[in-house]
């Protein structure tokens, strides 16, 4: 009998090799798209901080305007279009990139002149703060990429004064 050479690997041992990659990229893939998801909230997140943040310090340089006083008691909204006239860079929605920010960011002043912050803020397909958020609720766990609650603006909104 004559003794075959073998070189190379056999079908069994090639379909046996598929098949642990296929079980790999199955568990792989999911777990990769979910850390992207959770970067991309993380990103919305920040920013939306951001946005509140620069709110806060034109708020406590009473930046504001006429119709937002500091220190007096009410409710008082800036948009996100005033609110960005207050950032270096205008930030675009990693969920969308391509849909316009819109929202506001809701000053409370208390009747003894603390301020409290929170946003409302949603790209246009809706991807970002699940509602309006209060500052410390401003987390990755708060965001969506799609069907967000709405928030509604009240009526003392807040102009930039032109000078900030």
Same mark, same amino acid.
Request: charged share 20%; with cysteine; proline share 2%.
């Given at each position: 009998?004559?003794?075959?050479?073998?070189?190379?690997?056999?079908?069994?041992?090639?379909?046996?090799?598929?098949?642990?990659?296929?079980?790999?990229?199955?568990?792989?893939?999911?777990?990769?798209?979910?850390? @992207?998801?959770? &970067?991309? +909230? $993380?990103?919305?997140?920040? #920013?939306?901080?951001? %946005?509140?943040? *620069?709110?806060?310090?034109?708020?406590?340089?009473?930046?504001?305007?006429?119709?937002?006083?500091?220190?007096?008691?009410?409710?008082?909204?800036?948009?996100?279009?005033?609110?960005?006239?207050?950032?270096?860079?205008?930030?675009?929605?990693?969920?969308?990139?391509?849909?316009?920010?819109?929202?506001?960011?809701? @000053?409370?002043? &208390?009747? +003894? $002149?603390?301020?409290?912050? #929170?946003?409302?803020? %949603?790209?246009? *397909?809706?991807?970002?703060?699940?509602?309006?958020?209060?500052?410390?609720?401003?987390?990755?766990?708060?965001?969506?990429?799609?069907?967000?609650?709405?928030?509604?603006?009240?009526?003392?909104?807040?102009?930039?004064?032109?000078?900030?």
């Amino acid at each position: 009998m004559k003794k075959l050479d073998k070189k190379g690997f056999t079908l069994v041992e090639l379909l046996a090799v598929v098949v642990i990659l296929g079980i790999l990229m199955l568990v792989a893939i999911p777990a990769i798209q979910k850390t @992207i998801q959770n &970067s991309k +909230k $993380g990103t919305f997140a920040n #920013s939306t901080k951001e %946005v509140v943040n *620069a709110v806060k310090d034109a708020y406590a340089a009473d930046e504001l305007g006429t119709n937002c006083p500091n220190g007096v008691s009410g409710d008082y909204y800036v948009s996100y279009d005033e609110a960005k006239k207050l950032l270096e860079t205008e930030f675009k929605s990693p969920f969308h990139p391509n849909q316009a920010i819109s929202g506001y960011v809701h @000053i409370h002043v &208390s009747t +003894k $002149g603390k301020a409290t912050y #929170s946003a409302y803020i %949603v790209d246009g *397909a809706k991807g970002g703060t699940n509602g309006e958020l209060e500052f410390s609720d401003i987390k990755i766990a708060n965001m969506v990429d799609k069907s967000a609650k709405g928030g509604s603006i009240g009526s003392n909104v807040c102009k930039i004064d032109s000078g900030a």
